[in-house]
């Protein structure tokens, strides 16, 4: 048994060596999840940062007053101060996606119930357009309802005075604060990560042998081919734990991986169960492909797939039924709705069942790409 475990961990180390003197290997899995991060950021930049003119043509207090409303609810817009001739001038020139405009009679028809905030929208992108109007809309009734500007259980709320609308709402919050949309995103970058380079770097490893015909020379070896495999199934797998984990230690560092206390034992089983997983299809796929070049093709592709189906860019919950069902036959699912449970809820609902497909499909990667690889041996 003592000899079984150390050939296992020798072909282990002669992988993860041969993985860590090869950076263009590394920088081919890194390139996908780093391309998405660098997605992911600029498209945060636009969503969040969508330029809005703000045109005042009074100064009344309650036009001072809405117009503070307006700097500071910046959500889904950052405003730009000018005058109505350089707005228009903006808005025509595609510069700025909307003009608000506070005409100069606001503190008149106000007194009279006749105000009126003006919204000129380029309404051309559906998305970014209601994102505007909701904002507005928000903006506009805060300054008649100041309690619609503030969250639930705001110390201030009850100094905001009466809503004068007929409905209001009551607000109940699941967490303490709210994730913006990059850091909801780093949670399947970093699963992407570890497809990519445990997949990848399996892959090729085995391909390698089979192209450089150096499997006969393992074969020949004083050891079970048993221990031959496992030690290649480690290896590749050592290989994805050695990249993931700085990422995730400058995750910790800059503030984006930040779990609940007690949530980190079952963050990092989703993570090890991902690696296995990726690592086992990776022998798989360097067992079926045998070729460096048809690896690094198909295993990025097959990795970029699984991201995307998994929830990559949204909840699984928010997208079509069609959609819903097929994920729940992707793994990776499991794997990023499981690491978002456990680092941006306060509680740990479904993870066991999150932990528990995760295992079973990283067990089942494991056996049949093991398989696979002792039979294409049989045929060196």
Known sequence: MKLWWGTVWAVAGNDLAAWLRSPWLIAAALAPPLGMAVFIWVLTLAVGRQPVALVVEGNGPQTRRIVELFRDDAEAYVL????????????????????????????????????????????????????????????????????????????????????????????????????????????????????????LGTALLCAREFEGRTAKLLLLAPAGRGALIAGKMLGGALAAIAVVTPIVALGVWRGFIAPPPGHWPPLLALLVAAIVMAAGLGMLLGTALRRSGLVTMVGLNAAVVLFFLGGGFTTIAFLPGWLQTLSRFVPTSYAIAGLRQTLFYPDLLGIGDDLAVLTIAALAAMVLGMAALARGWQRV
């Open 80 to 199: 730009k101060e000018m005058d109505a001739a350089r707005a228009r001038q903006a808005l025509a020139a595609q510069q700025v996606a909307a003009v608000i405009t506070i005409p100069a009679d606001f503190d008149a028809a106000l007194l009279r119930g006749q105000a009126v905030v003006q919204l000129e929208l380029n309404n051309i992108d559906l998305d970014f357009s209601d994102d505007i109007r909701r904002t507005v809309t928000r903006t506009v009734g805060s300054f008649e309802a100041p309690i619609l500007g503030l969250d639930a259980g705001d110390p201030f709320a009850q100094f905001a005075g009466p809503d004068p609308y007929l409905v209001t709402f009551q607000e109940h919050l699941l967490r303490e604060t709210t994730v913006g949309f990059a850091r909801y995103e780093v949670i399947p970058v970093l699963i992407l990560v570890a497809l990519t380079v445990g997949m």
